[in-house]
């Protein structure tokens, strides 16, 4: 019997750890404060990140504080990106930046040698809204995309004079009325900063107030006000 229990609590002890293992190849043990650390800039205010700032910085200054980066230290580690990706388009310039450790990528994209826009997609983890509000400032308006491909879903998006942020929901097929939600845990899982948000609209606008959730309904919404292209 003895033998049996041992036997039993063995098994039990190598299930933990090999779950332990498991979990820490997943990402699962990064905190938010790792996420956020890497969008907080120590440097600089937001927009500006790490000495880039949309509207301001040239292209020739963007290479400079990007290679930069390969031996900055973060402000609350010594994180630094794992791959840095450099690709030149007919509009303008994109580098991305793989933290691949904490499962983000960061995307600089240039038009006309000047920084126009910085992304933050979280791949892994997603950061709560409350911790994003307290970095990119309060939002003005909540803006709501309504598509439906295979399955139907909303964007939702927070936007400020310097900022826009997004999260994603998963909707039902029927019906005619839906809620969007804004809670302080709310998962965000894209960051955008901007000298200015220039955007056509969105299919519905509510002004900020505070967290909570409003309605719609889709038959209502304005088919000359084209929402924006996700991470575009």
Same mark, same amino acid.
């Given at each position: ?29 990064? %905190? #938010? ?6 969008? @907080?800039? /120590? ?41 840095? +990706?450099?690709? /030149? ?15 983000? #990528? ?12 910085? /992304? ?16 990119? +400032?309060?939002? @003005? ?5 309504? #598509?439906? $491909? @295979?399955?139907?879903? *909303?964007?939702?998006? $927070? ?23 804004? $809670?302080? +845990? %709310?998962?965000? #899982?894209?960051? *955008? ?25 889709? @038959? ?13």
């Amino acid at each position: 019997m003895i033998r049996c229990k041992m036997k039993r609590y063995r098994l039990i002890v190598l299930f933990s750890i090999l779950f332990t293992v498991f979990l820490s190849s997943c990402n699962i043990f990064v %905190t #938010e404060n790792e996420l956020m650390a890497i969008v @907080e800039s /120590e440097i600089c205010e937001v927009p500006c990140w790490q000495g880039i700032t949309p509207g301001l910085t040239t292209k020739d200054d963007l290479k400079i504080q990007v290679m930069g980066l390969l031996s900055r230290e973060n402000k609350t580690s010594t994180i630094t990106p794992t791959y840095i +990706g450099e690709k /030149e388009r007919n509009d303008g310039l994109w580098i991305t930046l793989t933290y691949k450790e904490l499962g983000i #990528e960061v995307s600089v994209y240039g038009r006309q040698n000047i920084v126009e826009k910085i /992304e933050f997609f979280f791949v892994n983890q997603k950061p709560r809204l409350k911790s994003v509000l307290n970095i990119v +400032g309060t939002p @003005e308006i909540v803006g709501v995309c309504h #598509e439906i $491909f @295979e399955i139907r879903r *909303e964007l939702v998006y $927070f936007e400020n004079p310097i900022s826009r942020f997004l999260y994603t929901k998963q909707l039902q097929i029927n019906g005619t009325s839906f809620t969007v939600e804004y $809670f302080p +845990g %709310t998962r965000v #899982e894209w960051i *955008e900063f901007l000298e200015n948000p220039k955007y056509p609209g969105y299919d519905f606008v509510y002004p900020w107030t505070d967290f909570g959730q409003s309605s719609f309904n889709p @038959e209502n919404d304005d088919p000359d006000r084209p929402c924006p292209d996700y991470g575009k």
